[in-house]
């Protein structure tokens, strides 16, 4: 079981990214999914999370109206578009599946990717 991230990298204020995860070794569709970040020196935070059938989005309200959570159940793809980034949003940004649960809570994610570090400069 894996879930591979991609896209990060460095970026000036104001810019975008996009981020994206891909499940393997399970079947993607049967898993709600979310984002965390975890900045240097800081705790691991919730970013957003998207329901099994994309039906539901959540966001932190640090990045409401910037982010937007998308998937691809037939890619076994989730993906993390990022505007108007902020410094503040540098962390290394984490995608994790859940059968089923808070999206906030990080602990009720069974399945982590590798991290994908977003630096976002002045």
């Known amino acids: 079981v894996q879930l591979q991230a991609s896209g990060g990298g460095l970026v000036q204020a104001g810019g975008s990214l996009r981020l994206s995860c891909v499940l393997s070794?399970?079947?993607?569709?049967?898993?709600?999914m979310g984002w965390f970040r975890q900045a240097p020196g800081k705790e691991r935070e919730f970013v957003s999370g998207?329901?099994?059938?994309?039906?539901?989005?959540f966001y932190a309200d640090s990045v409401k109206d910037r982010f937007g959570i998308s998937r691809d159940n037939g890619k076994s793809t989730v993906s993390l578009q990022m505007n108007s980034l902020k410094t503040e949003d540098t962390a290394v940004y984490y995608c994790?599946?859940?059968?089923?649960?808070?999206?906030?809570?990080?602990?009720?994610?069974?399945?982590w990717g590798q991290g994908t570090l977003v630096t976002v400069s002045s």
């Open positions: 994790a599946a859940q059968y089923r649960g808070n999206y906030a809570y990080a602990g009720g994610y069974t399945i």
């Open positions: 070794g399970r079947t993607f569709s049967n898993y709600d």
């Open positions: 998207i329901s099994w059938r994309s039906t539901l989005t």
